[in-house]
DNA sequence: CCGAAAGCATAGCCATTGCTATGAATTTCC
DNA sequence: GGAAATTCATAGCAATGGCTATGCTTTCGG
């Protein structure tokens, strides 16, 4: 019944204990079940910006998948109240889709640009933002963007 | 000719021309399965390292996930050459496995001693370092990794 | 206006990663 | 040495995210 006390004072604690462990692994796993939706939801957001409209075309496209497993996501997407879906008209983002947007796109912007601001180059900074992006909490991203403001490079926005 | 070329000259460009786009999201699919058998072949290293033995227990332990989840993890372990397994008396990495581990670890140390040189708090590193370490290539890891360096706070090792 | 092309949906398959329930094997403890 | 407890394996289910193949609709070009 003691369940997860267990001592085990070793030499050498290069290990957390297990509670806290768990802590940073459950919290991993559930970042990673967001991640999918963050990708599309914030690629909808930047192909309407950029072209005016967002078509599954574009998405596959842009994503390099297959076109039914796109709009697999979207059905799912719009299950989630995050999309509308206009058949041959495009996709449209609803107010908690464009909120969900909003938030990724700053979050991808503070990453990439922070990642730049330390040195990494203008091509590994955007593939691994992509990636990262959805693993920064909250606390880590305002040190991110503490950080860029700082050492601002003359860049963009 | 067709295929991607798709000009599309938009007046603003917030967003990198689509083959770029792909590349980015290939990389980071591509991350994103490889992810757990890192997080496995690190754990059981770690453990080892730490107790002297890594048991299927140990791991359900540390991850916090149900046992059958990690018996079925292990066994795709084996099979791909990274650990061996001697029921009751746990678990061995074999050289690949090693080698895995040595290289997980190092990144994942990397990035949280990273996070910690920037301002990070020791608990927010701990947590984001987890996910973010599977997505750090090679020249983003050098350069936390010089930055580290240079920027040294007098913690352990 | 009508046929071809493009865009999208659906069916059906596979692999992965999680779960519960259950049973077998091994250790441990008396 | 045998019963109990621990450890592990296996079966079977669900959700997710990918794929190919195929067919329906809408749009576009002549």
Chains 1, 2 share one sequence.
Do not use: C
């Amino acid at each position: 019944m003691m369940a997860s006390g267990k001592g085990k004072p070793s030499g050498k604690p290069s290990l957390v204990d297990a509670d806290t462990h768990v802590e940073s692994f459950r919290q991993t796993r559930t970042n990673r079940r967001t991640e999918l939706v963050e990708d599309y939801v914030e690629l909808i957001d930047d192909l309407i910006l950029d072209g005016g409209e967002a078509r599954q075309v574009d998405i596959v496209q842009r994503l390099g998948v297959a076109q039914p497993t796109v709009a697999k996501m979207l059905k799912r997407l719009v299950n989630d109240g995050f999309i509308q879906q206009k058949r041959y008209r495009g996709i449209f983002l609803t107010e908690a889709g464009k909120a969900l947007a909003a938030k990724s796109r700053e979050r991808h912007r503070i990453v990439e640009r922070f990642l730049r601001a330390v040195g990494v180059s203008e091509e590994a900074a955007r593939i691994d933002a992509e990636g990262i992006e959805h693993h920064v909490g909250d606390e880590t991203l305002s040190v991110f963007k503490a950080f860029v403001e700082r050492n601002g490079r003359g860049d963009n926005t």
